[in-house]
Structures are given as C-alpha cells and as structure tokens.
C-alpha cells in the first residue's frame, strides 16, 4: 500500500511514518517507480510504534520493545524508575514552593540525580526482575546529598563499576533468576525493611524468634537434592559473579561509603551474621562454593 493507505491503516501522519522510516524502525519496500510499498506488517509494527510512543517510550526503548521479548518488561521497568524519581521531584518543588530554599533544592536535586544514575545502571547490569529488585533495595538507601570527598570518591567508583560490568548468565538460569525475582517489589522490600528494623534492634532476640525457620531453611542447604539442583547451579553463578566481577570487593564497599544509611545497615547485617556462625558453625561451609 502507498503512503497515505498506510497513514490511514495506522493512524500517524505522513511526516511521522517517514521519520520512523529513517530511525530504522521500518523498513517499507521500494516499487519500481520510487514509491514506497507498506506491507500489512509495516502498518502493524507503526500501529505498536504509535502505541508504544503514547506509552511514553523513547525511540531507543520502542526500538528494544520491537527486538526483543523482554524489551516491553525492560520499558516498563525504567518508566517505573522514572515515576518514582517525578514523585521525588514533585516534593521537592513542593518544599522550594514553601521554604525558598535555593540552596537546599539544589543540593537535594544533585543528589537525586545521583540516585538515578546508579539506579538506571542497576536495570542495565543486572537482568530483568532482579535488576528492578536490586534498584529497589539499593535506591532505599540513597537520595541523600554528597556532602564529603569520600562519598564523591566512592559515588566515582559506583559508577564505574557499573559501567564495566553485566551480569550474563546462561538461557536456563537466567529464566529461573527471572522467575525468582518477579516477587521481589516494593511489598516485598517494605517486609524485608520490617524484619531488619527487628534485627537491628536486636539481633541476639530476632534469631531466637525465627529459630525454626533459620533451622528449617539450614537442613535444606544440607540436602543432597539442593546441591544437585539447578538453585545450587543459579546461587554458585551469582556468587561467583559477586566475587569475580568486583561486587563483593569493590561496589559493595563503596557503597557502603556512599550512603551512611547503607552501611548502617550492612552493620547491622554483620553483627547478625557474627551470631549466626557462632550458633551454626557449619553454615559457612554451606554458604561457601
């Protein structure tokens, strides 16, 4: 069909089809006298690309939705990062509009363009769900201005970590990783949250309180059947990954450095930790590859 039938078909305007056309997004036929040739599948992919741009996609995102399986799940993960960084933004102008702070406003706008620097890299390194989770976690922890040459040193070297890597797992454990992380959002972080709140209180009383759990959870480390499965074959790879790639020794720390808050709570963790292995003493061969 001709240019005008296509722009019928599918609702856009001539100039918007052509400019689709040269961002690579369609590929019509020529015929023999010059014009254009739109088949039935080049109306349907500028029907999604309509779509997709009312959705709020750029065309970086519409050309990653169009590619790949994943790419709508990818889009709709950065929009949700987006929303959230407008809510914070919006509060933010709320309190300039009665505070008249310049200064202050500057200082917090800095810092959430901070956070979302690392967040957005999280969603590049890490794949699907388990990107947005660890986005969700670490973001938790951050927002805070830089007020330090330390935390600046250490936000330079959060980044660069997460430039230099990515996370690849072969097909089978990257599926199992993706299913495994779908539950992992904001409900599931706000009872994460509850729990270390209880155990930063009081990790001697928290570990008697979920005794049989940490028991039950412990004797399923020990079964032959879990060394044998591929849960064992996805946590060898993560822990592997953490430990060759720098997370464990170069991201973490720094991001320890970085936000107060973040490290609070990996203390916390610690001491937990401390009085676990003391309780358990062969946990850490089982937690060890």
């Known amino acids: 069909m001709r240019i005008h039938q296509a722009c ?16 690579g997004l369609i590929q ?13 599948d080049d109306v349907e992919s500028l029907k999604r690309i309509a779509l997709l741009r009312r959705l709020g996609l750029s065309l970086e995102q519409v050309r990653t939705a169009l590619d790949s399986p994943d790419g709508i799940k990818d889009a709709a993960r950065r929009l949700r990062l987006q929303w959230a960084e ?11 509009a009665e505070d008249g702070d310049f200064d202050r406003a500057t200082r917090q706008m800095d810092a959430l363009e901070s956070k979302r620097s690392i967040l957005s890299r999280l969603l590049t390194c890490f794949p699907g769900y388990y990107g947005q989770y660890l986005s ?8 805070e ?8 040193d250490a936000f330079s070297t959060v980044i660069a ?11 089978d454990l990257r599926e199992m990783l993706e299913e495994a992380s779908q539950g992992m959002d904001d409900a599931f972080l706000s009872i994460q949250a509850a ?21 039950a959870y412990m004797e399923y480390l020990r079964a032959a059947d879990y060394h044998a499965s591929p849960v064992y074959q996805l946590r060898q790879a993560l822990i592997d990954f953490s430990r060759q790639s720098g997370y464990e020794s170069v991201f973490l720390p720094a991001m320890r450095r970085l936000s107060p808050r973040y490290d609070a709570y990996c203390r916390s963790l610690d001491t937990a930790n401390a009085l676990f292995l003391a309780q358990y003493p062969d946990v850490a061969n089982l937690l060890t590859p």
């Open 28 to 40: 019509p036929s020529l015929r023999e006298n010059g014009y254009r040739d739109f088949s039935r």
């Open 161 to 171: 970590f997460l430039d230099s890597v990515e996370l690849k797992l072969p097909q």
């Open 136 to 143: 969700l976690h670490f973001g938790a922890f951050l927002g």
């Open 8 to 23: 019928q078909a599918s609702g856009l305007t001539r100039k918007a089809i052509l400019y689709y056309e040269r961002q």
């Open 145 to 152: 201005p830089i007020t330090t040459q330390a935390q600046q």
């Open 86 to 96: 407008y809510q914070e933004r919006m509060e933010l102008l709320d309190t300039l």
């Open 195 to 215: 729990h270390m709140r209880q155990l930063a209180k009081n990790p001697a009383q928290y570990l008697d309180d979920h005794r049989p759990s940490l028991e």
